[in-house]
């Protein structure tokens, strides 16, 4: 695990008012989609693109008398991204009833957990940049079922609903208000979307909207927050404003800003903010007004009578932990020490499990740099170029691993290992074999060199007179040779020969 302790904690994003500086508070509530086959309270499918209203079960639809029955691997799935968050789990926790009537809520009321969430308090550590995170306190995070979806596009006189995705399982995973700036808060749920795929629990796409977040943004003076974190008393910071469903990174920090700045304009004039709930519109790059923010009351809270407390038992949940992988900072810290990287390449390389699965592959037994180099590189700005994940790589970890082998060996040089690289992406096959069939191997041979040598310094006489007056120009002649031998020379012992023949 990474030292966090010895990090740099980032510095608040400031904002300048017309009168004075402002900085920003922000909380998250990410409502993670959980990954299970079916819902929450019910058998149906939880299957993304099916036919509208084919995913619905009698318990979906609300009819008279259908009970919810509740889905024993979500809450699995919840205790283990509890356990990823090095979060308290609640061996106790109940569902509650969350009253409010619209059109995609079949039942009139949302089951959700307002008073005993599943999970208590955790962290997650934001890194920034190398040397700088911010540690993001979590509050909880409760199971709850999601809404279905109101269809407004497909008539211009009626809006149609679509039940599909009613009682699918939620996770909602609540931050402090610790993050400071659009950046961390674009950065903050990146990192939890990492974590959410290490672990399987959500697959955390946001097109879809399995993953999105309700951003609650303050303003307040500099030297306010400090107050805050002191005393843990909300009176020092500004009034805050809820920003809901956000599904891109860009969109969340934009809407951020817009909103400070707006808050800030409000404030400076003299009035109040009022604590509201509001929507962003990109196109036209504002935050609107959705409704006045309800209080817990407003929703008329209360345990639901349908459901049984949920009790689980300490062994279940350390049987949970004991399958849990490697998580993100663990791994980016091994890869920092096991194989030399960077903080930056380690980070790079354990964005993705399945990229950190590809890498660890290559490097097995090899120099970890060089593979994190060709990996990094080579093969994922060749995947990105052509919008390709790692798993449609159509080079394998074998055979990148046999590309670094060759060159570590000596066989060919960085230049003939791009070709080779090339020939492996496009047509495939094993890149031993196509050194030896296609006659690539490096030259290594010091009297082919040597003559090759020779015959360049032959050619070019007052190269020579200038090299020797200045010794930078060897290069020229390095050049030659290579290109003469087709660029299978090895290039250090071309250096020497050359430097040696010339007396320099």
């Known amino acids: ?23 920003l508070v922000i909380g998250m509530e990410i409502h993670a ?11 149906a499918s939880t299957k993304f693109g099916a036919e509208p209203n084919s995913n619905v079960s009698f318990v979906d639809a609300a009819m008279p008398g259908m009970l919810p029955v509740i889905n024993e691997y979500c809450v699995e799935q919840a205790v283990r991204t509890g356990l990823g968050l090095k979060a308290d789990i609640n061996l106790f926790s109940a569902f509650d009833r969350k009253n409010y009537f619209y059109p995609d809520l079949p039942q009139g009321y949302q089951i959700s957990q307002l008073y005993h969430p599943i999970v208590g308090e955790g962290e997650v550590i934001v890194d920034m940049a190398p040397g700088v995170a911010r540690k993001v306190r979590i509050e909880r995070i409760h199971l709850e079922q999601d809404a279905g979806k109101s269809v407004h596009d497909m008539d211009p006189n009626m809006s149609f609903v679509d039940l599909n995705r009613t009682g699918v399982a939620l996770m909602e995973i609540v931050s402090r208000p ?38 609650n943004v303050s303003v307040c003076r500099p030297g306010q927050y400090e107050k805050y974190m002191e005393t843990q008393d909300f009176s020092h910071l500004g009034t805050r404003c809820e920003i809901k469903n956000m599904n891109s990174m860009r969109f969340i920090q934009a809407a951020i800003d817009y909103e400070a700045r707006r808050q800030i304009a409000i404030v400076e004039d003299g009035g109040e903010v009022v604590q509201e709930t ?48 490697e998580l993100p900072d663990e791994k980016k ?123 360049v310094i032959a050619a070019n006489p007052a190269q020579v007179e200038k090299a020797k007056q200045n010794p930078k120009l060897v290069g020229f002649f390095v050049g030659q040779v ?4 087709g660029g299978k020379a090895n290039p250090k012992a071309v250096n020497e020969i050359v430097t040696a023949k010339l007396g320099l």
């Open 333 to 455: 810290a091994r890869f920092v020490t096991d194989f030399g990287l960077s903080e930056y390449d380690a980070g790079v390389l354990t964005a993705e499990a399945e990229n950190a699965s590809f890498f660890e592959k290559v490097a097995e037994g090899r120099d970890g740099k060089l593979a994190a180099n060709w990996v990094i590189n080579e093969l994922f700005g060749r995947l990105k170029k052509e919008d390709h994940s790692i798993k449609e790589s159509p080079v394998t970890p074998e055979q990148l691993g046999g590309i670094i082998a060759l060159i570590t060996k000596g066989d060919i040089s960085g230049k003939i290992a791009k070709d080779l690289f090339e020939i492996v992406y496009t047509e495939g096959g094993d890149p031993a074999e196509i050194v030896e069939a296609r006659g690539m191997k490096q030259v290594t041979d010091t009297g082919a060199i040597e003559a090759a040598v020779d015959e």
């Open 482 to 485: 290579m290109k003469s031998t």
């Open 178 to 215: 610790d993050i400071r700036g659009p950046e961390e808060a674009a950065a903050y749920v990146t990192k939890m979307r990492q974590i959410l795929r290490y672990l399987g629990t959500c697959d955390g796409n946001m097109q879809n909207g399995n993953l999105r977040a309700d951003v």
């Open 33 to 43: 989609q959980v990954s299970s086959n079916a819902k929450l309270f019910s058998g």
């Open 278 to 325: 509001r929507l962003y519109d990109p196109d036209k790059n504002e935050t609107r007004s959705m409704r006045s923010k309800e209080e817990a009351h407003d929703y008329r809270y209360f345990p639901c009578p349908d459901l049984l407390p949920l009790e689980i038992e300490q062994d279940w949940v350390d049987d949970i932990a004991k399958t849990l992988p």
């Open 1 to 23: 695990m990474l030292d966090h302790l010895a990090y740099e904690t980032p510095k608040p994003k400031v904002i300048a008012g017309a009168k004075e500086d402002w900085e």
